[in-house]
């Protein structure tokens, strides 16, 4: 079955501080995956998503994700953090057409 | 572009009470989701519409649940009646599936709260 793993509940940074947020996804074609920021209070936006082609994949934000199909990854990551970057981060993928198999989501804290 | 619109945004109400949640889609959108997030549970998909007909409808917990799409610009989610295992934020979401994203689009919510 199709599933999606993020394996931190919680992660925290200093201000500045490199990302790296992990995601792993179990899925029999090729995936089509994205990934999702909720701030508090606030609805899912969508960060970037990859489909085919270029593995590194660069969103809104400063935001990357590099896909590897040999680890069924799909990690997000940025340079420097900003306070404002506190929020929860979800990866999905979709199954199918339509449906979206998200992760239980990374909550990141950002320390000042 | 208004987004994905959502009302209300919060919703206090009392054990055994009708509670019904609106949502708006993205004009030219041909399909609608709602999810309910808790802490517990995560993000669920409880029912997905394609051209306003209901196609996905598993995630719906019980006969209280229903959901409505009478027509492209509007939808609804009512539950009947409501309990306190029901609190939790309602998520509506659109898509164009087909294209070649799929990419969904959420609404910020309406937070339930029943006591």
């Known amino acids: 079955a199709q599933s999606v793993t993020q394996p931190d509940i919680h992660i925290t940074v200093s201000e500045g501080a490199s990302l790296e947020l992990r995601c792993n996804y179990s899925y029999g074609a090729t995936p089509y995956l994205f990934w999702y920021v909720q701030s508090p209070g606030q609805g899912l936006q969508l960060l970037l998503k990859y489909f085919s082609g270029d593995t590194l994949v660069q969103g809104i934000k400063g935001f990357e994700a590099e896909f590897k199909r040999s680890q069924s990854s799909f990690n997000l990551r940025k340079p420097s953090v900003h306070w404002s970057d506190a929020a929860e981060y979800f990866c999905a993928v979709i199954s199918g057409t339509y449906k979206y198999i998200f992760g239980t989501g990374t909550r990141l804290k950002v320390l000042a | 572009d208004a987004g994905v619109i959502q009302s209300p945004r919060h919703e206090v109400t009392e054990m055994g009470q009708e509670v019904t949640l609106r949502c708006k889609p993205i004009s030219g959108h041909n399909s609608l989701f709602w999810y309910r997030q808790t802490m517990m549970r995560g993000l669920e998909l409880l029912i997905y519409?394609?051209?306003?007909?209901?196609?996905?409808d598993s995630g719906m917990p019980e006969d209280r649940f229903s959901a409505k799409m009478p027509n492209a610009s509007f939808s609804t989610l009512k539950i009947q009646p409501s309990e306190p295992r029901d609190s939790a934020v309602y998520f509506c979401?659109?898509?164009?599936?087909?294209?070649?994203?799929?990419?969904?689009?959420f609404g910020p919510g309406t937070r339930l709260t029943v006591l």
């Open positions: 979401a659109s898509s164009l599936v087909g294209s070649a994203y799929n990419e969904q689009f």
């Open positions: 519409f394609n051209n306003n007909v209901p196609i996905d």
